[in-house]
T-cell receptor, first 111, second 115 residues
């Protein structure tokens, strides 16, 4: 069974607009972490933002925020004021022990 | 800012050959990991390493693979008798501790091509 599901293989957004990338997860653990990573075309994996299962407030890091809805088991990434450099593959991941990744969403920011 | 480094960035090898992929984790990190990403697919966990021992491994990490921390800074992944399907990007990652709350920081990856 899929532990991390990203249902949007590709997304387009206009520059300067906000975009939400969806992520749902499945776990029976009470303690876990949710992460978003960015993978540009050059291939490296860049850590963006983290949300702990016990955190009551949604995580924010600059233009990135995580819309965490624990009851729905969703951890959507919101990118505000999109920039051309945000065009990349975005992976949601969950950590119970090791990281389990979703299949990713390819985001393209249009000028 | 400290970062995980990996060498080489690209490696081409013949099927059946052995390759060693090298990683230097962030210096105060104690937990080390290898992941792989076959082209166009998701990132997959291979192995985690702590205190000079494998702490967890996936079903992908069979006898063809081994990891080692030969000195105080390097962390290596050895792939014996490479197969065509071993072609992938291999990422090393490290974290301060284990557990759900700990962020793993990834290196830039080694792109392995087996011919």
């Amino acid at each position: 069974a899929q532990k991390i599901t990203q249902t949007q293989p590709g997304m387009f957004v206009q520059e300067k607009e906000a975009v939400t990338l969806d992520c749902t997860y499945d776990t029976s653990d009470q303690s876990y972490g949710l992460f978003w990573y960015k993978q540009p075309s050059s291939g490296e994996m860049i850590f963006l933002i983290y949300q702990g299962s016990y955190d009551e407030q949604n995580a924010t890091e600059g233009r990135y925020s995580l819309n965490f809805q624990k009851a729905r088991k969703s951890a959507n990434l919101v990118i505000s004021a999109s920039q051309l450099g945000d065009s990349a593959m975005y992976f949601c991941a969950m950590r119970e022990w090791q990281l389990t990744f979703g299949s990713g969403t390819q985001l393209t920011v249009l000028p | 800012e400290p970062e995980v480094t990996q060498t080489p960035s690209h490696q081409v090898t013949q099927m059946g050959q052995e390759v060693i992929l090298r990683c230097v984790p962030i210096s105060n990190h104690l937990y080390f990991y290898w992941y792989r990403q076959i082209l166009g697919q998701k990132v997959e966990f291979l192995v985690s390493f702590y205190n000079n021992e494998i702490s967890e491994k996936s079903e992908i990490f069979d006898d063809q693979f081994s990891v080692e921390r030969p000195d105080g800074s390097n962390f290596t992944l050895k792939i014996r008798s490479t197969k065509l399907e071993d072609s992938a990007m291999y990422f090393c990652a490290s974290s301060v501790s284990s557990g759900g709350a700990e962020t793993q920081y990834f290196g830039p990856g080694t792109r392995l091509l087996v011919l």
